[in-house]
């Protein structure tokens, strides 16, 4: 199953080192049979392109708490990794795209990551600092979420990250 990994760009930084990506929770997020159904219309791709945007946001509540606890050198910028997984739990209790994956995720099991380009970076910050009002229907804070949302994430593949993650 394609999953979508919320994750910041320490947890990119420790996937290279290590060659394991931590997911927080192990909390993933992917094309559920819920969520398949939540939507009326959408081909398999637009579906998927959705649970990854669902994963972007969480990116964003992790920027959050970056941020918070005073990671200032942490870049704005939201990181989605992409996997093939067997063992995914569904999360019936959580949003409708979310899934539990068991573990850490191998490095030869992702098959994409996408990040936000460095224009995006002021957006996202403010983004970050306005995630959880907005998810309480702030429309201010939600208009924040919204111009985080209209960049859209650069797609990497696996052996061009440690690239990436030097460059910056």
């Given amino acids: ?3 979508y990994v919320p994750a910041t760009w ?3 930084r420790s996937m290279i080192k ?3 990506l931590e997911p927080i929770g192990g909390t993933a997020f992917s ?9 009326t219309s959408g081909d398999e791709e637009e579906l998927e392109y959705a649970a990854m945007n669902e994963a972007a946001r969480a990116s964003l509540r992790l920027l959050a708490v970056e941020f918070g606890l005073g990671e200032d050198t942490t870049p704005a910028r939201r990181v989605v990794v992409a996997a093939d997984l067997d063992d995914v739990t569904l999360r019936p209790d959580l949003d409708d795209a979310a899934v539990r994956i068991a573990g850490p995720v191998p490095l030869e099991k992702v098959a994409a ?5 460095e224009e995006a ?12 009002a907005a998810d309480m229907g702030d429309l ?3 208009f924040h979420v919204g111009e985080a949302e209209d960049h859209e994430l650069a797609w990497y593949d696996p052996s061009e990250v440690a690239f990436l993650v030097e460059l910056r």
């Fill in 140 to 142: 201010d804070a939600e």
């Fill in 121 to 132: 970076e002021y957006v996202v910050r403010q983004a970050a600092a306005a995630v959880d």
């Fill in 113 to 117: 990551v996408h990040v936000d380009n």
């Fill in 18 to 20: 290590t060659g394991l």
């Fill in 31 to 39: 094309l559920t049979p819920r969520f398949r159904e939540a939507y």
């Fill in 1 to 3: 199953m394609r999953v």
């Fill in 10 to 12: 320490p947890m990119l």
